[in-house]
C-alpha cells in the first residue's frame, strides 16, 4: 500500500502563492488578512487536506482552539440544532467544541465549569439559556477570566455580548396575524418559567389582543416548560373547556406538535376546527402533519455568530466593549405552513 504523503504548511503556501507566515495567519483567524488571500489559502488548504499540528498551532497561538458550550433546555430540537450549527462551524474555523450539560444542582454545575476551564483551557463558552441568566455560573466564568457569550438572556445586559431575536415583536406579530385571520378566541401556552423568553413571548401575545381590544379568558393560557409532554398536559385542558379557543399559540414547537396530537386524538381537525401555531421553526415544524405556522428562529445563524465571536477574536477584551456593540439582535420571520388557516 503507497502511503499518501501528509500535506504540510509549505505546501500550502507554495501552492497558494503566499508565504508560510500568511498561511499561518489565515489559519490563527488573523482579522488583518484580506478576504480574497484568506478565501484563496483556505481554498488550497482544503484541496490538499492539510491539518495543522495542533499542538504546535496551540503553543504559537497562546490558545486551545476549544471553545465551551453549557446547556440545560428542555426542548430537543432546539438544542439539536443549535450544537449541529455550533459544531459545524467550529469544525471549518479550526476550532473544537466541548459541550456540558447544566446539572440541576448548582453546585454541581459549578465543579463541572471549573473543571472545563482547568483540563481543558476554553478559550470562550457560550452558555445557552437558561444557564445565561444563572449568576453563580457567571460569576464563576469572570473570576476565572474566561469570556463568554450568551444566548436569549434576559438580565445583566451589560455583562458580556449576547445574541438573541426579538421574541415579544416576534409573538406580538404572530398573534396579529392570527386576528387578521379572523381568531378572537386564542389560547397561548407559555414557556418555560425560567427563561425570559417565555416572558416576552407571553407578553407580545397578550399585547396582541389588548391593540386589538380582544379579552381572553384566564383557562385560554396555560402554563408549559418548552416540552412536548407539557404541551399535551395544556392542550387537554385548554380543549376540554366548553367553549374552546379557534386557535392555539404554543410558545415553541415542541408545544405546538403536541398540541395537534391532542387535537386529532379527540377528532378536532387542524386547522379546519382549531390553527396551531408554534415558535422557534425546528425540524420538529416540519415532520409533523400538518406542518406548523411558526416564527423563525434563526438558531443556525445564531449558533455561527457565536463561535465567530470568539474564533474572530472579537469577544478577547470584552470587558472593554460598549453596550451597542455587545448586543447582537437577528430577524425573525413568521412561516405559514398548513397548521393554521382564516377563519371561514
Known sequence: MVKVKK????????????????????LNQDPKVSDSTRSKVLAVAEQLQYRPNESARRLASNKSYLIGLLYDNPSDAYI??????????????GFHLVVDEADKNIEKTLQSVKDLINETKVDGMILLPPVCEQKEIIDCLQDANVPFVRVAPDSQLTISPYICMDDYQAA????????????????HIIGDANQGVSRLRYQGYLDALRSNKINT?????EQGCFTYQSGMIAA???????DKPSAIFAANDDMAAAVISIAQNQGINVPNDLSVVGFDDTTLAT???????????????????????????KVKDFTDLKSNQLRNILDFKIIQRESSKPIE
Open 236 to 242: 387537554k385542558k385548554m380543549l376540554a373547556l366548553k
Open 287 to 313: 415532520v409533523v402533519w400538518p406542518n406548523i405556522t411558526t416564527v423563525r428562529q434563526p438558531i443556525d445563524e445564531m449558533a455561527k455568530l457565536a463561535v465567530s465571536l470568539f474564533t474572530t477574536n
Open 80 to 93: 439539536s440544532q443549535f450544537l449541529l450549527s455550533a459544531l459545524k462551524s467550529c469544525r471549518t474555523k
Open 172 to 187: 406580538f406579530d404572530l398573534t396579529e396575524m392570527l386576528i387578521k385571520q379572523g381568531h378572537n378566541k386564542i389560547g
Open 217 to 221: 379568558p384566564p383557562e385560554y393560557i
Open 7 to 26: 500535506a504540510r504548511i509549505q505546501d500550502v503556501a507554495l501552492e497558494a502563492g503566499v508565504s508560510m507566515m500568511t498561511v499561518s495567519r489565515v
